[in-house]
């Protein structure tokens, strides 16, 4: 049950951000979805421009039942995405 991502363009996303990203898709795909969230959380802190980890943590806590944080999150990604 792998997630769809879209791709981050590499160019742009430190390589920190990047492995921490990478690390929340595994532990998402485990249906880990604290790690999967503290993941994307410290890609964001690194690269707050990080429109991917927005979405993928909204996924994850979403998976969670917590729609409000879900929402706040898609919110941030499409207002990055402009």
């Not at 990478?22 to 880990?32: K, L």
């Not at 707050?48 to 929402?71: I, Q």
Request: aromatic fraction near 12%.
């Amino acid at each position: 049950m792998g997630l769809t991502f879209a791709a981050p363009s590499t160019a742009t996303v430190p390589a920190t951000a990047q492995a921490a990203f990478d690390r929340g898709r595994a532990f998402y795909d485990q249906r880990n979805y604290d790690a999967a969230i503290r993941e994307f959380t410290e890609a964001i802190r690194i690269d707050p421009n990080f429109a991917a980890a927005y979405r993928n943590r909204g996924m994850a806590y979403e998976r969670k039942g917590d729609t409000v944080r879900a929402n706040a999150d898609y919110a941030k990604r499409d207002e990055l995405r402009r």
